[in-house]
């Protein structure tokens, strides 16, 4: 409290500094207040007088460094928040609109598409073992010879014709089609869309269906999107009895190959693999859990024959 002889009492909570330059202060909610000093008064009464705005605001009465961290930390969970968001208002959209939506960018391989039914029927099957849900799953192998796979909205999962010719056993096809069914189940798929196309892919206006579709190609989900989907990869196969061996192998394998990747390797570049989630596969073949082969032999031989005398198209659009 400042007492001034001739005065009333003011609390110096309500002084406010003037003048940067001047110690001049006036009297907050008081018009026309004004006290100020021809000389500094002495060190006890000075500290406590409010100090001259620096920054303005919030900032003069936290302190510089308080702030910025205060502003660090809101921002961080401005982030947080617009990421949780964007999974809740993936989670609310109708799977029947999904399906749409994942129809009509699947629509634009329609012509590369391989349908032998024997190969088909082994993939259907296969996915329709990893998949927990009643939702159904979607295969198509698109005759490129690139080794990638890709979810779609609405449950579309397409596997490129190079990785079935990479893949040395039906097991390693079913650990990156449960992969890709992890996304699908997680809604990382339509994650990745709004973050892309915000609102605009709900009404319309975001982007084609190409478009959509090149960015799923082009996607790189978070580390912990590829981690969920790992461990929905593993916990699959267990369930279903097939060995995550094979799935470690294959990575292990491509990783090798990683150095001399060119264009028709792109499965790295949108999956980065990593030492642990291969240890993760690595770890659960040794649950000691009995397994058996992902696909028979003839079934196996039917996908691996899935584009057998379909003639690739010329030159196609694709990035990565």
């Known amino acids: 409290m400042l007492t001034i002889e001739g005065f009333d009492p003011v609390a110096l909570t309500e002084l406010q500094r003037m003048d940067p330059d001047r110690l001049v202060f006036g009297r907050k909610g008081v018009e026309g207040w004004r006290l100020g000093f021809d000389e500094a008064p002495p060190g006890p009464i000075l500290w406590q007088l409010p100090a001259a705005a620096r920054y303005g605001g919030p900032i003069d009465r936290w302190g510089l460094w308080w702030a910025a961290g205060i502003a660090v930390v809101a921002s961080a969970l401005l982030v947080l928040g617009a990421i949780a968001g964007l999974d809740l208002l993936a989670r609310a959209i109708p799977y029947s609109w999904e399906q749409q939506l994942g129809d009509a960018i699947s629509g634009d391989f329609g012509a590369q598409?391989?349908?032998?039914?024997?190969?088909?029927?082994?993939?259907?099957?296969?996915?329709?073992?990893?998949?927990?849900?009643?939702?159904?799953?979607?295969?198509?192998?698109?005759?490129?010879?690139?080794?990638?796979?890709?979810?779609?909205?609405?449950?579309?999962?397409?596997?490129?014709?190079?990785?079935?010719?990479?893949?040395?056993?039906?097991?390693?096809?079913?650990?990156?089609?449960?992969?890709?069914?992890?996304?699908?189940?997680?809604?990382?798929v339509m994650v990745a869309l709004l973050r892309r196309f915000g609102l605009g892919l709900l009404i319309g206006s975001g982007g084609t269906a190409a478009e959509y579709g090149q960015a799923l190609l082009d996607a790189r989900y978070s580390r912990a999107a590829e981690s969920e989907a790992d461990e929905f990869s593993v916990k699959q196969l267990l369930q279903t009895g097939i060995s995550p061996a094979a799935t470690a192998a294959f990575f292990r394998r491509l990783s090798k190959e990683e150095a001399g990747m060119g264009g028709p390797l792109v499965y790295l570049a949108s999956h980065p693999p990593s030492t642990e989630r291969r240890r993760r596969f690595e770890a659960a073949a040794r649950s000691g859990r009995p397994f058996r082969p992902a696909l028979s032999s003839p079934q196996w031989a039917a996908v691996r024959s899935i584009c057998a005398g379909v003639k690739p198209l010329g030159d196609i659009d694709l990035r990565f």
């Open 113 to 188: 598409l391989c349908r032998a039914p024997g190969g088909q029927k082994a993939l259907d099957d296969l996915a329709r073992r990893l998949s927990p849900s009643d939702r159904p799953i979607r295969i198509g192998v698109v005759n490129i010879p690139i080794v990638n796979a890709v979810a779609l909205p609405g449950g579309r999962i397409l596997i490129f014709r190079g990785l079935i010719d990479e893949a040395r056993s039906p097991d390693e096809v079913a650990g990156v089609l449960a992969h890709e069914i992890g996304h699908v189940e997680h809604r990382h």
